[in-house]
Structures are given as structure tokens and as C-alpha cells.
Nanobody, 115 residues
Framework: QVQLVESGGGLVQPGGSLRLSCAAS????????MAWYRQAPGKERDLVAT???????NYADSVKGRFTISRDNAKNTVYLQMNTLKPEDTAVYYC?????????WGQGTQVAVAS
């Protein structure tokens, strides 16, 4: 069964940067939308950013101008470049692939922003 594998999380100081990656372990055909979500402790999972197969992007207001989502269709991979990180960005980040028949989720990667 194909899985999504995330990497790139970790501990960073406020103002720092991280780049998250999420790759499919096998072939997934016709991924229409790739996305990143995050879930902070005690809170619901929230949408961070999406990118369509036509590279149209959308961002949560809280990350606009700081985060950039991109995708490599040949590698079935999505990236999230996170700059100017803030303590409130601390969360578990999940990637998400949507096709016509199902939705895939990654296992999550922890991002912690602290001094």
C-alpha cells in the first residue's frame, strides 16, 4: 500500500527556516491537490497550504508571505518551505494527497519553534 513519508521537521529558533518534504512510497496516479495541514497540541488540524496539479497555490492567512508550497509531479513529492518561523507555528505537520478515488495522509512530522 502506498504511503506518504514526511521529513524535514525539527527544532528551530524563532525567525529561522525549515523545509518539509513529503514523498509517496509508490506510484499515485492523478494527484489533483497536494496539501499541508498542521495540528497544534489541543487544537484541531488546520489547513496550511494547497497546490493544484496546475500549480495554483493557496495559503492560510497566518502563513502568507512566509511559507511556500511546491510540488514535483515526476517524483510525487510536495514541499513546504517555511521562513520567518514563529512559536505559534509549532505543530505536527501532515501532508495530504487527493485523487479522484481517495485521500492519502502522511504520518506527521513535528515542527517546534522555540528559543
Amino acid at each position: 500500500q502506498v504511503q506518504l513519508v514526511e521529513s524535514g521537521g525539527g527544532l528551530v529558533q524563532p525567525g529561522g527556516s525549515l523545509r518539509l518534504s513529503c514523498a509517496a512510497s509508490g506510484i499515485i496516479f492523478r494527484v489533483s491537490v497536494m496539501a499541508w495541514y498542521r495540528q497544534a497540541p489541543g487544537k484541531e488540524r488546520d489547513l496550511v497550504a494547497t497546490i493544484t496539479s496546475g500549480n495554483v497555490t493557496n495559503y492560510a492567512d497566518s502563513v502568507k508571505g512566509r511559507f511556500t508550497i511546491s510540488r514535483d509531479n515526476a517524483k510525487n513529492t510536495v514541499y513546504l518551505q517555511m521562513n520567518t518561523l514563529k512559536p505559534e507555528d509549532t505543530a505536527v505537520y501532515y501532508c495530504n494527497f487527493q485523487t479522484n478515488v481517495r485521500t492519502y495522509w502522511g504520518q506527521g512530522t513535528q515542527v517546534a519553534v522555540a528559543s
